[in-house]
Each structure stands twice: as structure tokens, then as C-alpha cells.
């Protein structure tokens, strides 16, 4: 039996930060007015340190996209790749970039803990390529795996990867036992 999962804030904060930098306060407004009354409370009161249901998340991002992409889940790559820039800021880049980019991907699997309740990361690690395992996230959602996958691309390419290819082959929203990310690139920047 799955539990209600939870995520801390800086998701949700990071959400917001995305609506209201390409659409201003009227395109957050428009999200919030589709959320249900018990949910636009909650988020009112999010802080980034805090934590907050998965389910939840998952419905903002779902309306983020029909509001303002084409409900097709493709602007949740946009998200993602926001994500990845706000969350890895300058002195983290530049402690990961000190590493290779595999090694950044193990981290944020050692990392998932802090920000997530529910799920383990299986990560198995080569010199330019990455199969990483999710098994037992709460929530099985494909919304949050398009999200997922765009942040890992991103974070590979903050880190000095090129030609980064980063994909979603076996999914538990689509019946797979488990969700399975692979990455691949064909080099490092020069500043790595």
C-alpha cells in the first residue's frame, strides 16, 4: 500500500517563481482560480523549508500545464528545467562541476531524502552515462516524471555535460514495476 508522499516547499516555491516570471501575477492568479478552495490554502502558507503532500504538487504542476501550456504535460519540461537551474545555485554548480556529471546524478539521488519522503534512488554510474531507478516515490504520476527528466537533463548540463541526452523508458504511470531515467553525453564543456 502507497502512502501519501511528501515534498518540501521549495517545489511549490520554485512553481510559483516559474508562473510569475513568464506570465506575471495575472497567469499565477489564473492557477490558483482552477484549484480547488482547500487547496489555494494550503498554498498560501507553503514555505520552502516545509513539507507538503506530493498530490498536491502534482495537481499544481497538471494545471500549470493546462493553464498555460497545452495540457500535454510538454511545458512541465520548461518547469523542470527551471527547477534545476534555481535549485542548483552558483557555489553548487561549482562544487559539482569539480566532479563528473555522474557523480552530480548520484548526489541528487544521496540528496532525494531532503526533499522527498517516499522514494529510492538505484543509480549505476559510467565515465559519460547514467541509469538511474526510482522505486517506491508515493505518488505515480507522468506529470511528475516529465518534470523529473527535464531537471536531470538540466542538471547534467550545469555541471559541464554537452550534448546531453537524458530519458524516461520504463515508467510506472505507463505499468512498470519502476520508473527508469537514463542519461547520456558526449563531452564536457571547457569550463568543467
Not at 26 to 42: I, K, M
Not at 112 to 139: C, K, M, N, Q, Y
Not at 158 to 181: D, I, T, Y
Request: with cysteine.
Amino acid at each position: 500500500m502507497e502512502t501519501e508522499g511528501k515534498t518540501k516547499g521549495v517545489g511549490f516555491v520554485n512553481v510559483k517563481s516559474f508562473v510569475l516570471e513568464r506570465w506575471g501575477a495575472p497567469g499565477w492568479a489564473a492557477v490558483l482560480e482552477r484549484l480547488p478552495t482547500e487547496d489555494r490554502l494550503e498554498l498560501q502558507s507553503i514555505i520552502a523549508v516545509g513539507w507538503y503532500s506530493l498530490a498536491l504538487y502534482a495537481r499544481l504542476i497538471r494545471l500549470v500545464d493546462s493553464t498555460h501550456g497545452l495540457g500535454d504535460l510538454k511545458l512541465l519540461s520548461e518547469l523542470g528545467t527551471f527547477e534545476a537551474q534555481h535549485d542548483l545555485t552558483t557555489i553548487h554548480r561549482v562544487f559539482l562541476r569539480l566532479a563528473n556529471p555522474s557523480f552530480a546524478i548520484g548526489m541528487m539521488g544521496e540528496y532525494w531524502g531532503r526533499f522527498h519522503d517516499t522514494g529510492t534512488w538505484t543509480i549505476e554510474r559510467g565515465r559519460d552515462r547514467v541509469l538511474a531507478s526510482l522505486d517506491g516515490w508515493a505518488l505515480v504520476d507522468e506529470a511528475l516524471c516529465v518534470e523529473l527528466t527535464a531537471y536531470f537533463k538540466r542538471t547534467l548540463e550545469l555541471v559541464g555535460a554537452k550534448h546531453v541526452v537524458v530519458e524516461h523508458p520504463r515508467c510506472r504511470a505507463h505499468g512498470s514495476a519502476q520508473c527508469v531515467f537514463t542519461g547520456r553525453w558526449g563531452g564536457l564543456s571547457e569550463s568543467s
